[in-house]
């Protein structure tokens, strides 16, 4: 294709074309771009390889190329120099054959193409060279464009007419048309290509228009690029992009599901009480938490880019310090304890970022509670097994303290199931008889006629079944403690002798007639109200002083709510180690389901829930579901009011209150359990065999289960 069309295509896209010369030298093809005629040498004709130091070497391996008549083009890749005019820019060198004779082309690349550069995969370079190539062999007449259908191949040239009239510029035939854009381009993207034609033929300046074509293997993209040609036509390339749209979806797709996921981990490591800060290669913060800013009560914009031992601590001592905990092998690190400048005790974990080492990853702990647990647990620890750090538990303590250096008796009083025994053996433990032996006898449970043998011992022969001399509890404690649980179930006849041991400091075995001195403290503990008893005469008024010289109570869960994660956690432990489960704690809702809860077994049916979620739990956190059954029905109830909760009528037996209130105790619990005896005994935290033998004192008629 020769004549105007021919020869302003070059310029019109801005290359600059050197045909040789018989002589070997190269005539330029006229118009030279302006920044051509700028950057290259005035001599005519050109002697190209002093005009770059670059191209002086593509020369070289171009003379080969030309000398053996590959076909194709020879690409020198883009190169950066400076010409005539010392201005540093950006070029690109081809080498072809054209009518038996050797053309270079020189093109200059802009910002733009080095935009495309930057921003576009191989595939769509290796697309723009295409095209270039093809708007060449176009301007040189080459035979390597052939006719194609519009719109169904990767690269198709137009020339386009104001109006929306093109010809295809097909070759070896002249331009085919006129056509109209109108006849096959929707009418968004042909009223688009008209403004975008207006513009680049006033600008003189590049354009470019998207569309969409309905094809019948579906939707295709497309890109129409416009260069200006004469004062009103402009030339356009028309693209297939539709690979390339399509990889620039499924990347912003998957950017998006990254957004998602960082915002997820955002928002979770936000929602943890755990503060997390990570590290760049540096050991700059890169990342921080809010949970982190909230412990270390700082602005997180704070935090970002301060390198971490900074953060954490304000001397160059510490920071040292700190510094070389992190250097130590991470199975020799553990974690590094903090305090915070709001007084709160941290612990510092470093780790490494599993994805680059040189990253890492601070992971905060908040254990101000944990260490005020500690402290508690140590100043319960001397107490022996006694654990509580509630108010009422401390004037128990104080109690323990006074009276464990006496050798005075002691009636420790409280409902069943609040661990009296375990105060009994803290004031034996506390006591000078410490190193003696410490014997506790449960006085319900001793038989009518063999409690006072089992206490005082008997000679062979004393009664039937009395085969050898047997020593009793007093003996058997003697130099110690002896701690009567129940004392308010001793026999009358048996509460006599026992007045006399005390105030004689002897027994006398039965059978014997002589007496035997001992050195036994007495201890003893009740969930009755004594004074009741003595007054519906069960009970010697005498022993009662005697025993209740010193006095303990023992408050029952309910009144020492704040006790209750302490005891909780102390019977898991102990239940971790049997069932061999790593049990960590109990969930939020379990917790709040124990402080509602009455306990009206105290801290005996505490160990026992805890017990069973031990047993049923399938993770490391006991939750609802692992509780015991009477523990669901009332999670699923409303809260009980708790101005009530002292007063209902099947708690245990309160330190207050006659016999008719214990029976309708007694009666209450047999209602709400349906009538069941074992369930009200387990309602009122006592054993079936004291229930019964209660319920025939009380005048109540036991019934079948």
Same mark, same amino acid.
């Given at each position: 294709?020769?004549?105007?069309?021919?020869?302003?295509?070059?310029?019109?896209?801005?290359?600059?074309?050197?045909?040789?010369?018989?002589?070997?030298?190269?005539?330029?093809?006229?118009?030279?771009?302006?920044?051509?005629?700028?950057?290259?040498?005035?001599?005519?004709?050109?002697?190209?390889?002093?005009?770059?130091?670059?191209?002086?070497?593509?020369?070289?391996?171009?003379?080969?190329?030309?000398?053996?008549?590959?076909?194709?083009?020879?690409?020198?890749?883009?190169?950066?120099?400076?010409?005539?005019?010392?201005?540093?820019?950006?070029?690109?060198?081809?080498?072809?054959?054209?009518?038996?004779?050797?053309?270079?082309?020189?093109?200059?690349?802009?910002?733009?193409?080095?935009?495309?550069?930057?921003?576009?995969?191989?595939?769509?370079?290796?697309?723009?060279?295409?095209?270039?190539?093809?708007?060449?062999?176009?301007?040189?007449?080459?035979?390597?464009?052939?006719?194609?259908?519009?719109?169904?191949?990767?690269?198709?040239?137009?020339?386009?007419?104001?109006?929306?009239?093109?010809?295809?510029?097909?070759?070896?035939?002249?331009?085919?048309?006129?056509?109209?854009?109108?006849?096959?381009?929707?009418?968004?993207?042909?009223?688009?290509?008209?403004?975008?034609?207006?513009?680049?033929?006033?600008?003189?300046?590049?354009?470019?228009?998207?569309?969409?074509?309905?094809?019948?293997?579906?939707?295709?993209?497309?890109?129409?690029?416009?260069?200006?040609?004469?004062?009103?036509?402009?030339?356009?390339?028309?693209?297939?992009?539709?690979?390339?749209?399509?990889?620039?979806?499924?990347?912003?797709?998957?950017?998006?599901?990254?957004?998602?996921?960082?915002?997820?981990?955002?928002?979770?490591?936000?929602?943890?009480?755990?503060?997390?800060?990570?590290?760049?290669?540096?050991?700059?913060?890169?990342?921080?938490?809010?949970?982190?800013?909230?412990?270390?009560?700082?602005?997180?914009?704070?935090?970002?880019?301060?390198?971490?031992?900074?953060?954490?601590?304000?001397?160059?001592?510490?920071?040292?310090?700190?510094? =070389?905990?992190?250097?130590?092998?991470?199975?020799?690190?553990?974690?590094?304890?903090?305090?915070?400048?709001?007084?709160?005790?941290?612990?510092?974990?470093?780790?490494?970022?599993?994805?680059?080492?040189?990253?890492?990853?601070?992971?905060?702990?908040?254990?101000?509670?944990?260490?005020?647990?500690?402290?508690?647990?140590?100043?319960?620890?001397?107490?022996?097994?006694?654990?509580?750090?509630?108010?009422?538990?401390?004037?128990?303590?104080?109690?323990?303290?006074?009276?464990?250096?006496?050798?005075?008796?002691?009636?420790?009083?409280?409902?069943?199931?609040?661990?009296?025994?375990?105060?009994?053996?803290?004031?034996?433990?506390?006591?000078?008889?410490?190193?003696?032996?410490?014997?506790?006898?449960?006085?319900?449970?001793?038989?009518?006629?063999?409690?006072?043998?089992?206490?005082?011992?008997?000679?062979?022969?004393?009664?039937?079944?009395?085969?050898?001399?047997?020593?009793?509890?007093?003996?058997?404690?003697?130099?110690?403690?002896?701690?009567?649980?129940?004392?308010?179930?001793?026999?009358?006849?048996?509460?006599?002798?026992?007045?006399?041991?005390?105030?004689?400091?002897?027994?006398?075995?039965?059978?014997?007639?002589?007496?035997?001195?001992?050195?036994?403290?007495?201890?003893? =503990?009740?969930?009755?109200?004594?004074?009741?008893?003595?007054?519906?005469?069960?009970?010697?008024?005498?022993?009662?002083?005697?025993?209740?010289?010193?006095?303990?109570?023992?408050?029952?869960?309910?009144?020492?709510?704040?006790?209750?994660?302490?005891?909780?956690?102390?019977?898991?432990?102990?239940?971790?180690?049997?069932?061999?489960?790593?049990?960590?704690?109990?969930?939020?809702?379990?917790?709040?389901?124990?402080?509602?809860?009455?306990?009206?077994?105290?801290?005996?049916?505490?160990?026992?829930?805890?017990?069973?979620?031990?047993?049923?739990?399938?993770?490391?956190?006991?939750?609802?579901?692992?509780?015991?059954?009477?523990?669901?029905?009332?999670?699923?109830?409303?809260?009980?009011?708790?101005?009530?909760?002292?007063?209902?009528?099947?708690?245990?037996?309160?330190?207050?209150?006659?016999?008719?209130?214990?029976?309708?105790?007694?009666?209450?619990?047999?209602?709400?359990?349906?009538?069941?005896?074992?369930?009200?005994?387990?309602?009122?935290?006592?054993?079936?065999?004291?229930?019964?033998?209660?319920?025939?004192?009380?005048?109540?008629?036991?019934?079948?289960?």
């Amino acid at each position: 294709m020769n004549g105007p069309l021919s020869a302003a295509l070059p310029a019109a896209l801005d290359l600059a074309v050197f045909v040789e010369r018989d002589d070997a030298g190269f005539d330029a093809l006229e118009p030279l771009p302006a920044w051509a005629g700028a950057a290259l040498p005035l001599e005519r004709p050109l002697r190209l390889g002093a005009c770059f130091l670059f191209l002086d070497t593509f020369l070289l391996d171009a003379a080969d190329f030309w000398a053996e008549r590959r076909p194709g083009v020879l690409r020198s890749g883009p190169w950066t120099e400076a010409g005539r005019d010392g201005v540093e820019q950006t070029f690109e060198a081809l080498a072809l054959f054209h009518a038996d004779r050797r053309v270079l082309i020189l093109e200059r690349l802009g910002e733009e193409f080095q935009q495309l550069q930057q921003s576009l995969q191989t595939a769509r370079e290796a697309a723009l060279h295409a095209q270039r190539i093809g708007l060449l062999a176009v301007a040189l007449g080459a035979r390597g464009v052939n006719a194609r259908p519009l719109g169904t191949v990767a690269e198709t040239v137009l020339l386009l007419e104001p109006g929306g009239d093109y010809r295809e510029l097909v070759e070896p035939r002249p331009p085919e048309g006129p056509y109209r854009l109108a006849d096959w381009l929707p009418a968004a993207a042909v009223s688009a290509l008209r403004e975008r034609i207006g513009t680049c033929v006033r600008q003189r300046r590049s354009q470019q228009v998207s569309y969409t074509l309905e094809t019948p293997e579906g939707p295709r993209a497309f890109e129409a690029r416009l260069l200006p040609f004469n004062d009103d036509q402009a030339l356009a390339v028309l693209r297939d992009v539709t690979q390339r749209v399509e990889a620039e979806q499924e990347l912003e797709r998957r950017a998006q599901r990254l957004r998602r996921l960082e915002d997820d981990l955002a928002l979770l490591l936000d929602e943890l009480d755990v503060g997390a800060i990570v590290l760049d290669e540096e050991g700059r913060c890169a990342f921080a938490s809010q949970a982190a800013g909230r412990i270390l009560a700082a602005p997180i914009e704070a935090l970002r880019a301060r390198p971490w031992p900074e953060i954490f601590a304000e001397s160059p001592v510490e920071r040292r310090e700190l510094l =070389a905990w992190a250097k130590r092998p991470a199975a020799q690190r553990g974690r590094s304890p903090l305090l915070s400048p709001a007084g709160l005790h941290l612990e510092l974990d470093l780790r490494e970022d599993p994805r680059n080492p040189a990253r890492g990853l601070l992971f905060l702990y908040d254990v101000t509670e944990v260490q005020a647990l500690r402290r508690r647990l140590d100043e319960t620890a001397r107490f022996g097994e006694i654990v509580g750090a509630s108010p009422v538990m401390g004037d128990v303590y104080r109690l323990i303290e006074d009276f464990a250096p006496m050798p005075t008796t002691v009636l420790i009083e409280g409902e069943t199931g609040v661990g009296k025994e375990l105060a009994a053996r803290a004031l034996h433990q506390r006591s000078p008889r410490h190193a003696g032996p410490f014997v506790a006898v449960n006085c319900a449970g001793l038989p009518e006629s063999l409690a006072a043998g089992q206490l005082f011992g008997h000679k062979r022969g004393a009664f039937t079944g009395a085969i050898q001399d047997q020593r009793g509890l007093f003996e058997a404690a003697n130099g110690g403690t002896l701690f009567l649980d129940e004392i308010g179930d001793l026999p009358p006849a048996v509460q006599t002798t026992l007045l006399r041991v005390i105030q004689e400091r002897e027994i006398l075995r039965l059978g014997e007639t002589t007496p035997r001195k001992i050195d036994v403290r007495l201890l003893t =503990a009740t969930h009755r109200n004594l004074e009741t008893e003595v007054r519906e005469g069960r009970f010697r008024s005498d022993l009662l002083y005697r025993i209740r010289v010193a006095r303990i109570r023992v408050p029952p869960l309910r009144e020492r709510v704040g006790d209750i994660p302490l005891l909780a956690a102390k019977f898991l432990q102990e239940f971790r180690g049997l069932t061999g489960k790593p049990l960590r704690g109990f969930s939020n809702e379990v917790l709040r389901l124990f402080a509602a809860h009455s306990w009206p077994g105290n801290v005996r049916e505490l160990r026992s829930v805890v017990e069973y979620g031990a047993i049923r739990a399938r993770t490391a956190e006991v939750g609802l579901a692992d509780l015991p059954p009477e523990m669901h029905a009332e999670a699923a109830a409303p809260a009980p009011d708790p101005s009530r909760v002292q007063a209902a009528p099947d708690l245990p037996l309160a330190a207050a209150g006659g016999d008719g209130d214990e029976s309708e105790r007694y009666r209450g619990a047999i209602e709400r359990a349906g009538g069941n005896r074992t369930k009200a005994a387990r309602l009122l935290g006592i054993s079936r065999a004291t229930f019964y033998r209660r319920l025939a004192q009380l005048g109540i008629e036991p019934q079948q289960d």
